[in-house]
DNA sequence: TTGTAGGCGTTATCAT
DNA sequence: ATGATAACGCCTACAA
């Protein structure tokens, strides 16, 4: 009833040493047919689960993935809706590999004498690798973990030579975002960036950048207004857009939240959207095809980001340790109804 | 450089043994101020971390609480938002505690020589305390793991006397939605329900009889109409409602994800929400207050769920066994565009 | 106040 | 093909 099943037990009762049934459970060959068949059966019976602290203790593997993830103090973490759907993809992916993902939570775990490091924290769990998301890449305890002899992966942050980073296709993206627009005839196009400090905000506004350029529109500087991803800052740029001589008629934001916040005070200043301001968002967030109107934006296929940093990791552990530094996937432009053609359906 | 700090190091280069250093480290009384120092100092030099394996074999407590979540297959795991807030105060709670977060994912971890159960997984990584979301109540097998060893609470999941259960006060929150528009003048009030199986569903539900007779208002069968909390669901509630030869005027849809499916419906069908229709969402999720018309919604403090979790958790874990079987948490109706006054606003 | 030693549940290396 | 036995890193009686 009560505690659990050990392999010593097995032994006693199938009549043999622990080695063999280690053996026979670990599917060694050379291990009687009859005698695994045995053990195999009582194992079965008594629900028997090898522990995972003695396991680890002398592979030295977990079998667990580590999970930082953290997105400033402003905003809770795993308020951002991206997030979680890769979370789901890594779950899922892990899963199939058979593992499972330890969510850092404590601060100082082991006796809390110290303030521990993400090294220390993977170390204490000795997780077989760690997924990032929402780090600083420059912090000097983010680079010593990467450094060290933990697989690492970033998850839309870009930690170096010796991490794996996964992520979308930002600069395309962007760039899918101004050409829709530009084929919609509009001319003064404006964005709403991310958190600039970030691998994905940078890339977008690249991507902007390098769009309005190549279609041989002006440049403006008053036409980039820097938020943050989170709703609130895409309300600031667009009061910001619109106090503007010449406002944009339409609008990369880069993300869908913040494209949320921009419609909101774009209307709430008289504006329809899309009629008098067309507004592509960035991520296609679950909610963005119930908005309205309806979000024309730019996907992600969040689920596959996870996937993929669990491929890597996987990879790197289980296989070949140089890989492949770059994981990106393509996005998509999705056309719903915050936009449409300039001045209207014409001509 | 490589490998991690031992216990055994420190001893031999503090001049002790590993027993005076484990003493020191944990906090004995027994050890001279000054030793206790030196082997400090070391240890933070050396940036030493208990590891955790070793630790949880000898000591049977591993400082991991388990989370079970699972929301179906209709639907793709985590996708629900209400859940991620949960997670978000549950990562909070138990990393102030000390803990750390284990996610299941593998299906069939250990050896995979058998499909495992959820107490299998808990007894193989030791959690200390697990918590259950989204999980089938009769399932046997989760029936096993709440009547094991192993301390469970579940959120929006009743697992019997002897785990604890933390939810909301679903059954107000009907009630006050159900009041809310019958103060607007509503007599018509129809409801669309979460999944009827869940415990949320059926308290909601009950909130909603329970308001319709106090108020004395008729109750019609053909004003409940089931749904699964998704958005899809909603729509489809919505029409059959539409279809109806009275259709109500103010509808108590219990989920916010599906009062937008609700009311894209309503609208689809040429109905103004609020103008001809009032209804009211239950949650309040991040996006309840930027859709149009805002939501007006019930809240529940979901990230005090989580942390409400954890702390039930850690309590039976670390103190006493007993435990008040339930948490419930109050909820709050927040008043936004969704509802109006019956006819406008006159009078 | 400190050292010694046994044991937690597994794997893995030798013998046999 | 199987049985002893030594680790793995840590905690904790018990001895000194």
Not at 56 to 81: A, W
Not at 152 to 166: N, P
């Amino acid at each position: 009833m009560a505690g659990r099943t050990t392999i010593r037990e097995l032994a006693k009762l199938s009549g043999v040493s622990v080695g063999t049934v280690s053996r026979a459970l670990n599917g060694y060959p050379d291990v009687a047919r009859e005698t695994r068949a045995r053990i195999l059966r009582l194992a079965a019976e008594l629900e028997y689960t090898p522990g995972a602290a003695a396991r680890t203790l002398v592979t030295q593997r977990s079998h667990v993935i580590g999970v930082f993830l953290e997105t400033g103090c402003d905003h809770p973490d795993l308020q951002h809706p991206f997030f979680h759907e890769v979370m789901d993809g890594l779950k899922q992916a892990v899963g199939e590999g058979g593992y499972d993902l330890l969510l850092f939570a404590a601060e100082r775990p082991g006796n809390g004498f110290v303030d521990q490091t993400y090294l220390n924290r993977c170390r204490h769990h000795d997780v077989d690798g760690v997924v990032l998301m929402g780090v600083w890449s420059e912090d000097p305890e983010v680079r010593r973990l990467v450094r060290s002899e933990v697989p690492c992966v970033g998850v839309d942050v870009d930690l170096g030579a010796t991490a794996v980073l996964v992520g979308s296709d930002n600069v395309a993206g962007a760039r899918m975002a101004v050409e829709h627009l530009h084929r919609l005839g509009h001319r003064r196009i404006a964005t709403v960036t991310g958190l600039i400090e970030t691998r994905p905000g940078m890339d977008r506004l690249r991507g902007y950048r390098t769009a309005i350029q190549a279609l041989r529109l002006a440049y403006r500087d008053e036409y980039v207004v820097y938020g943050d991803y989170y709703v609130d800052s895409g309300s600031a740029a667009m009061a910001q857009l619109l106090a503007l001589e010449e406002p944009p008629t339409g609008l990369v934001v880069q993300s869908d939240l913040m494209a949320v916040g921009a419609i909101r005070t774009a209307t709430a200043a008289g504006l329809r959207v899309p009629d008098d301001l067309s507004v592509v968002g960035f991520d296609d967030m679950p909610m963005a095809a119930h908005m309205r109107p309806a979000l024309t934006t730019i996907r992600q296929d969040k689920a596959r980001l996870g996937r993929e940093a669990a491929a890597a990791l996987l990879r790197r552990i289980e296989r070949s340790p140089d890989q492949p530094p770059t994981v990106t996937l393509p996005v998509e432009l999705v056309v719903r109804g915050s936009t449409a053609p300039l001045g209207g359906i014409e001509s």
